[in-house]
């Protein structure tokens, strides 16, 4: 039976079950740190210190009495739209599990409120067992889990941009350029995950005890491939969408482009007749003429519509 040990501050969370103690830091700062260390005397301070922002790269760091990892996770921002990094810090020995975060990822928040009083396993996928590994697979498996959500969101709003390309508004490339963003993002925050996985597995039998488990933490790894083919998928499509975009806006320029260049050729003749008969020349002809304005009206006349019938027989307007 798990039970739940008051601390003295209010974001750290401590529950053990048979002989395993899961930490739990919420929002960690320096006084919680400073717990920690008393706590785990052991704990070297460079780690402590990667714990705090800003976020480190992901990592496996073998200390003598525990290992310490560094995650990231993606976050979808409701407000803006937006994919960014949560870090989560796990530091793994023998009989205790420790997670810092911020509080943003889901699976970790909810396995939190849930082990209030026990430690809540109705989210796991294998027993625990007051087997350290066997929680940190566990937890591990949701955090990888709950990334495909994420992946599903996004393919429907690559869907959305595909269904409008095409659509000069602003909108719709502002939309383009947000799913590339994310995607990015994404990507960035999930590279590194198989070296940490891979590492993890080969320094973990010196901590705990890690038989039968290769196969899953393997699945885990499975996930972290998908995950990052799912993305490359994505970015090569969003990347084409924005092309075939670009090119279409770049078709209706020069369209545009075209219209006016032909409507300057029609326009021409008159700036050329006007320019022309505007010289203060001594002898000109026409100019003096009874009906030399409305000559001079028709010969521009007719020398637009010789320009606009070619342009016409061209097929530039």
């Known amino acids: 039976m798990a039970k739940r040990n008051g601390t003295k501050a209010k974001n750290i969370q401590l529950v053990r079950q048979a002989g395993m103690t899961w930490i739990n830091v919420v929002h960690p700062n320096r006084a919680t740190l400073a717990q920690l260390q008393e706590r785990f005397p052991y704990f070297l301070d460079i780690d402590l210190q990667d714990c705090l922002p800003p976020f480190q790269r992901p990592k496996v760091l073998e200390r003598p009495e525990y290992l310490f990892l560094v995650m990231l996770f993606p976050v979808l921002d409701e407000k803006t739209g937006r994919v960014r990094s ?4 796990f530091f793994i020995g023998k009989d205790f599990v420790v997670t810092s975060h911020a509080g943003e990822l889901p699976p970790l928040v909810e396995m939190g409120l849930r082990s209030e009083e026990t430690l809540d ?5 294998i027993p625990v067992n007051g087997s350290v590994a066997r929680w ?3 937890v591990l498996h ?9 992946l599903t ?9 595909e269904a409008s390309l095409g659509e000069t508004k602003r909108e719709a490339v502002r939309e383009i350029l947000r799913i590339r963003s994310n995607i990015v993002d ?3 925050t999930m590279q590194g995950h198989l070296m940490v996985l891979r590492k993890f597995q080969e320094r973990a039998p010196k901590h705990m005890d890690m038989s039968d488990l290769s196969p899953y933490f393997d699945d885990i790894a499975g996930h972290a491939r998908e ?6 998928s994505d970015h090569e499509t969003i990347n084409a969408i924005y092309d075939s975009h670009v090119s279409y806006l770049e078709l209706e320029t020069n369209e545009a482009t075209k219209t006016l260049t032909a409507l300057a050729f029609v326009v021409f003749p008159m700036t050329l007749v006007a320019t022309v008969f505007g010289m203060n020349a001594k002898y000109m002809p026409i100019i003096g003429h009874k009906y030399d304005f409305w000559i001079i009206m028709a010969l521009i006349g007719v020398m637009m519509a010789v320009v606009g019938y070619y ?7």
Do not use: H, M
């Not at 949560?86 to 810090?89: G, K, M, P, T």
């Not at 342009?311 to 307007?317: A, G, P, Q, S, V």
């Open 86 to 89: 949560s870090e989560v810090d």
């Open 121 to 125: 396993e109705s989210s796991c996928l």
């Open 136 to 138: 940190t697979y566990n």
């Open 142 to 150: 949701a955090l990888f889990i709950s990334c495909f959500p994420l």
């Open 153 to 161: 969101r996004i393919g429907n709003d690559i869907n959305g941009a």
């Open 186 to 188: 994404f990507r960035k």
């Open 227 to 232: 995950i990052s083919e799912f993305l490359q």
């Open 311 to 317: 342009i016409r027989k061209k097929r530039w307007l």
